[in-house]
C-alpha cells in the first residue's frame, strides 16, 4: 500500500503541518513526550534499528525504513537509511511540479519532519577507546539526513540532536503540529551547527598538519560586555568543567582573562608547598609560599595591598577559617581554590557579590589561540617550568641554596608576568615586579621603585628576567640595589659583558637557555 502523500499547501507565514516523520536516534532521552504527542496528532513514523523499537515498546505503529527501501540494514548497521526514497521524501520540493510527479512516479514517501541525535564521536575519542570503535562512531547517515533535511527547510523540519528536543516539543504543542518557515530555518541553522561541529571534531581527531587550524566550540555563553561597557562580549568553552561557582555574581570579560591568569600562575606551584598568589590585570601583585596557606596569603597580601584591592586570589591548597577570616576584610573580585573548609566557605559567602571558585583537575588546551591583523595566531602553549636541573652558573659566585629556591620561584612569576619583565624575590615571597615596560630598564627601575614604596628591602633579593640583558646596565642597577642572585635565559652575543661584571662583584648568575617572553 502506498504511503506516498501529495504535496502540501502553506499559509502566508509558510506554516506547514507535519504529517510524516522520521526518526533515527542515538539519544533516546526526551524521545517519549514527542513520539507521544505527535501520534496524537496523526503523524507517521518512519524509523530503524533501535529508535524503531523504542517506538513499538510504546504501543505506536512505525513503519520500518526497509519496507519504503525494500532493501534491509546492511554492513552491521552501516547502511540504513542512505536511499533515494528516503532521502527523495526529504528533499523534494513540494511546490515543484517535476518533483511532485517523480513522488508519485517512484512511490516515495513525503516526510515532513526528520529527527536525529549523532553517534557520539567526541565522548568516544575522549573516553580512549580503540581506534576501531573510534572509527564506528562516525555517523554517515544521520549526518546525511541532517544536511539534507536542513538544505530543504522550506518544507522540512529538521532536528539535529537531542539538544533541540525540547524545543520540537513546545513548537508542535502550542502550534497543534504545525511549523513556519521560521522555525524550520532555525532548526537548519542549528542542524549546520551540529553538522560542522561533528565533522570539525572527526577532521582534528586524523590531522596531524599543524599548518590547518580549524576549531569549533558548540556552546558560547554571553557576558555582561566585554572589556567596556560599550563592546559586546561571550566565552566559549567549558567553565563548568574547570570549576564549580558556588558563589557570586556572574563573571565578566574581564573577570574571566584574570581568572585565566591566576590558573596559569598558580599551576607553576602545583606541586609546592602552601602557594597564594593575588593577581590585578593579568599579573601577580602579590605571592607567597608558606607552611600554611594562611601564612601565604598574610604575606601575599603585604606585597602589594594596595593593588590587591578588586583583584583575584588564588590558592594551591584548601582554604581554611583563619585564611578566609583575613580574605574577608579585603574587598576582592573573585577567590579560586581547590577547595574550602564549610565553615571558610561560609564566611566568604558573607560579600553578595564576591565569586568563588573551586579550581578542578582539568587539562588545558596545548594550542593558544589569539586573533592578529585578519587572521588568528596560533601557538604552543608554554609547559617549560624552569628547575633547578635547567640552570647554568656562568659567573664564579655560585648561588646559595636558597637563592637557587628563590631565583626558581621568581622564575615562575617572570614567566607569567607581562613582558618587558623584572621580578624580586626572596624567601619564597614575590617583593616586587617591572611589568609590560617598553625597556627592561625601565622594567627594573619600576621593581625597584614599588620594593621602596612597600618598605621591603632588596638586600639579599634575587632577580629573574623574561629575557636576555644585552648590555651590562641592568645587573649593575640589580646590584647597587641589593640584588645577589639574577637568573636569566641569556643568548645575547654580549653575555659576557654582563657575566663580568658579576664577576668582579660577587653577582652569582645562572642562565636557563629558556626565553619566556608574555606579549
Known amino acids: ?116 541525535d549523532l553517534y557520539p564521536f567526541e565522548k568516544t575519542v575522549a573516553s580512549c577507546a580503540s581506534e576501531s570503535d573510534i572509527i564506528e562512531k562516525i555517523d554517515i547517515g544521520g549526518i546525511s539526513l541532517i544536511r539534507a533535511a536542513a538544505k530543504n527547510f522550506k518544507d522540512t523540519v529538521i532536528v539535529p540532536s537531542v539538544n533541540e528536543y525540547s524545543l520540537l516539543l513546545d513548537l508542535i504543542s502550542k502550534q497543534n503540529g504545525a511549523t513556519t518557515l521560521e522555525n524550520r530555518k532555525l532548526f537548519a541553522t542549528k542542524a549546520f551547527h551540529v553538522s560542522s561541529h561533528y565533522d570539525t571534531a572527526i577532521f582534528n581527531y586524523f590531522n596531524s598538519d599543524e599548518t590547518i587550524f ?184 655560585a648561588p646559595t641554596a636558597q637563592e637557587v629556591a628563590d631565583l626558581i620561584f621568581a622564575s615562575k612569576v617572570c614567566k607569567n608576568t607581562k613582558s618587558n619583565t623584572i621580578v624580586f624575590a626572596k624567601n619564597g615571597t614575590l617583593i616586587s615586579s617591572g611589568t609590560g615596560q617598553t625597556s627592561r630598564v625601565d622594567a627594573l627601575l619600576q621593581a625597584i621603585e614599588k620594593a621602596k614604596t612597600f618598605g621591603f628591602s632588596l638586600k639579599g633579593a634575587s632577580m629573574a628576567s623574561d629575557a636576555f640583558f644585552p648590555f651590562p646596565d641592568c645587573v649593575e642597577i640589580a646590584k647597587n640595589a641589593g640584588i645577589t642572585a639574577v637568573i636569566q635565559p641569556g643568548g645575547s652575543i654580549k653575555d659576557q659583558l654582563s657575566i663580568d661584571y658579576c664577576n668582579e662583584n660577587k653577582v652569582a648568575m645562572v642562565f636557563t637557555g629558556t626565553r619566556h617572553f608574555k606579549h
Open 214 to 397: 580549524k576549531t569549533s566550540i558548540a556552546d558560547g555563553q554571553i557576558l555582561r560586555y566585554g572589556e567596556n561597557p560599550h563592546q559586546k562580549g561571550f566565552f566559549f568553552g567549558d567553565f563548568d568543567a574547570m570549576f564549580n561557582k558556588v558563589h557570586g555574581k556572574e563573571l565578566s570579560y574581564n573577570n574571566l582573562l584574570d581568572v585565566d591568569a591566576a590558573v596559569n600562575l598558580i599551576n607553576e606551584f602545583k606541586n609546592d608547598g602552601p602557594t597564594f598568589a593575588i593577581l590585578k590585570h593579568n599579573n601577580a601583585c602579590g605571592l607567597s609560599t608558606r607552611p600554611t596557606i594562611s601564612e601565604a596569603y598574610n604575606v601575599a597580601l603585604a606585597c602589594d595591598p594596595t593593588s590587591a584591592f578588586g583583584g583575584v586570589l588564588i590558592a594551591n591548597s584548601k582554604i581554611d577559617v583563619a585564611t578566609a577570616i583575613e580574605i574577608n576584610k579585603l574587598f576582592c573580585e573573585v577567590v579560586i581554590a581547590p577547595s574550602y573548609d564549610e565553615a571558610a566557605l561560609a564566611i566568604l559567602q558573607e560579600k553578595k557579590n564576591r565569586i568563588i571558585l573551586i579550581q578542578n583537575e582539568v587539562a588545558l588546551p596545548q594550542k593558544q589561540v589569539r586573533t592578529c591583523l585578519n587572521g588568528i595566531l596560533v601557538q604552543e602553549r608554554n609547559n617549560i617550568t624552569d628547575t633547578k636541573e635547567d640552570l647554568k652558573t656562568v659567573t664564579t659566585t
Open 1 to 116: 500500500m502506498s504511503t506516498t502523500k501529495t504535496t502540501r499547501g502553506q499559509s502566508p507565514n509558510g506554516a506547514k503541518l507535519i504529517q510524516s516523520a522520521l526518526i533515527s536516534v542515538f539519544s533516546k532521552e526526551g524521545l517519549e513526550p514527542i513520539i507521544k504527542k505527535l501520534n496524537g496528532q496523526n503523524v507517521i513514523f518512519y524509523s530503524t534499528g533501535g529508535t524503531e523499537e523504542f517506538i513499538k515498546s510504546l504501543g505506536i505503529p512505525v513503519v520500518p525504513v526497509e519496507d519504503v527501501t525494500s532493501y534491509p540494514s546492511i554492513l552491521g548497521g552501516r547502511v540504513k537509511t542512505l536511499h533515494p526514497k528516503v532521502f527523495g521524501g526529504i528533499l523534494n520540493r513540494q511546490d515543484n511540479e517535476s518533483d511532485v510527479q517523480q513522488m508519485k512516479e517512484y512511490d516515495i514517501p513525503q516526510i515532513d519532519l526528520v529527527i536525529v
